[in-house]
């Protein structure tokens, strides 16, 4: 078991239920879904371990409102945990974006292409496999097309800066 397995396996992701219309999976069943999608496509190390840690924060900033489970903040939450274990800096920016194609961090494509096309194309592995965790019905709808208009515009923003990290 990985050290980040480990991390989530002790902070009770498997028993961190996540109420809502688009998940089915606790936490932790979710975050084998993500990681099993992420090894499918040529995962490496790193994203490998960051497809762990992307929803460590749940467990920390989870709230019911009546309905549903709320987890505001969470993918900030996770990078903190990523980095109190020691996780390079190309692990915690994937953790920290994992949401950015949901419109949930200020962060511009610009300045996620910047940092290379390799960690653009994990960024992009993660997404999908975000959405592979998540409730069938809701893999299909809005979610996808969401991550398909944000990933046209990372790789058009990467083709503009040249980056090729």
Request: charged residues 25%.
């Amino acid at each position: 078991m990985t050290r980040e397995e480990k991390y989530m396996h002790d902070a009770g992701a498997w028993n961190c239920e996540q109420r809502s219309p688009h998940h089915v999976y606790s936490v932790g069943k979710h975050t084998e879904v993500v990681v099993r999608y992420c090894i499918d496509h040529g995962a490496s190390t790193e994203l490998i371990k960051a497809a762990w840690l992307h929803d460590a924060g749940k467990m920390k900033t989870k709230s019911f409102d009546g309905k549903y489970d709320h987890f505001k903040n969470h993918p900030e939450v996770s990078a903190q945990i990523a980095e109190e274990l020691g996780e390079s800096e190309y692990v915690i920016r994937l953790v920290r974006f994992h949401d950015a194609a949901l419109g949930r961090s200020d962060v511009t494509t610009q300045e996620l292409a910047s940092y290379g096309r390799k960690w653009c194309d994990d960024l992009a592995i993660l997404l999908m496999g975000d959405l592979a965790g998540q409730h069938p019905t809701y893999q299909m709808g809005e979610k996808l097309q969401q991550r398909g208009i944000f990933l046209s515009a990372l790789y058009r923003a990467l083709e503009e800066c040249e980056c090729t990290e």
